[in-house]
């Protein structure tokens, strides 16, 4: 078993006389040293290996591929390692061209080999340095997306006011002479006056994820509200998708704002239908949710705090995800729905990521590309207290 305490030096050197003295520079405690001999097994090595590497000691001339190539060819593939090159003679100018090449220190071999070990650690907190900037920098561009995320919805808001402000005054004349209706056009108004209640809630909740204040929570039970955004999506699509709820009314009751998990489901609904339509329906389509009660007891790689959630499961058995589209699926802006009018925005996700997060759940996508997708969700479990507080009132 490898010592992670340890630091992983990769020595890639074909002479064993230097390869022996190297080794003794480095027989302290500090160096796992692993040795190859020549450049093709360095390349096949960092370009496959999963392992946290140290350092990278590497001579120049190898057999079959020579130290320069492996540097270059390993960069090009996009394996960033910390590179200390090893030259034969004080010639400056291949140690120039590795440096060039992304090496980040050379030591000319007549030299000896007493400075080594200071060397190498110090090679390696460059490294770590450079590691920790990208991470921070790619951190930062992400907040900046979010902030202009910020600055368009409140954009958008203020004007997606005003409309149902009109839609909702003239669907209120409507049912005012609710005789001029038939029944099933009056539960057409209805339905349609509904999905505007939950449109200006979403607009309330825009306006809160813009000034960050927590919205309201209150214990519901789950089914009421998957039950009611399946419906929608049987009446307004294509029917040969099978809409499976294989929950009971009652089973699951959490913690959460209504209106936010009605836009959890929809926003998950559409994609998995969309997702259905665009390999093409077929018999045998569908979409589910289900769900199941999960104790969390030690914090774990999901950060949940310790408690009782309810697992719930949204899947279809559409598309699926590629690797990378999972990995940005939740990124603002980021589509794969990019033709005519099917456009897509590549909010929903973004959307839906942040009320799992401000309800102190998780989420996570579980995909096989060409197969289905599965969307993991946390949400904390009904709250004892809150439920007393609603029955008083
Ligand atoms: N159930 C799914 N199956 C396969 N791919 C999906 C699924 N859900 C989301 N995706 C992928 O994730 C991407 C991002 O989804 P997201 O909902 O954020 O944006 P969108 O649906 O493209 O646009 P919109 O802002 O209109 O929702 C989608 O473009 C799609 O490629
Ligand atoms: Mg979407």
Excluded: W
Excluded at 13 to 34: M, P, R, T
């Amino acid at each position: 078993m490898p010592d992670k305490n340890l630091l992983k030096v990769l020595l890639v050197e074909d002479n064993d006389a230097d390869a022996h003295f190297i080794g003794k520079a480095l027989s302290h405690k500090k160096f796992e040293v692993v040795r190859l001999a020549d450049g093709q097994a360095a390349l096949d090595y960092l370009l496959n290996s999963e392992e946290e590497i140290g350092v990278v000691l590497i001579d120049y001339k190898l057999p079959f591929v020579d130290g320069l190539e492996v540097i270059k060819e390993s960069r090009k593939k996009g394996k960033n390692y910390p590179f200390i090159f090893l030259t034969v003679d004080s010639n400056i100018d291949t140690a120039v061209e590795a440096m060039k090449a992304g090496a980040l220190d050379f030591l000319p071999k007549i030299k000896g080999y007493t400075g080594l070990s200071d060397m190498i650690e110090k090679v390696h907190r460059i490294h770590r340095a450079i590691i920790d900037k990208s991470i921070l920098e790619k951190q930062l561009q992400s907040r900046q997306k979010m902030d202009t995320l910020v600055t368009l919805t409140r954009c958008i808001v203020h004007d997606f006011n005003n409309i149902l402000t009109v839609m909702e005054g003239n669907i209120s004349l409507l049912l005012l002479n609710d005789s001029n209706f038939t029944e099933q056009q009056l539960d057409f108004l209805k339905n349609i006056d509904r999905a505007c209640g939950h449109a200006v809630d979403l607009a309330k909740q825009l306006r809160k994820i813009n000034r960050d204040l927590p919205s309201e929570k209150i214990n519901i039970d789950f089914y009421e509200i998957a039950h009611e955004v399946f419906s929608l999506l049987e009446n307004t699509t294509d029917k040969i998708i099978e809409k499976k709820l294989e929950i009971e009314s009652g089973e699951f009751i959490i913690n959460a704002n209504p209106s936010e998990i009605n836009q959890i489901l929809l926003n998950l609904g559409i994609n998995a239908i969309k997702a259905i339509e665009e390999r093409g329906t077929r018999p045998g389509d569908y979409i589910k949710v289900s769900a199941e009660n999960y104790i969390q007891k030690n914090s774990d790689r999901m950060g949940l705090q310790n408690g009782e959630y309810v697992h719930i499961l949204f899947e279809d058995n559409g598309k699926g995800m590629t690797e990378e589209v999972k990995r940005k699926a939740f990124d603002p802006y980021f589509t794969t729905r990019t033709q005519g009018e099917k456009e897509g925005q590549g909010l929903g996700l973004t959307i839906v990521n942040k009320i799992v997060r401000e309800h102190k759940g998780y989420i996570y996508i579980e995909s096989e590309a060409g197969k289905k997708t599965t969307f993991h969700i946390f949400f904390p479990k009904r709250n004892p207290k809150k439920k007393q507080k609603l029955k008083k009132t």
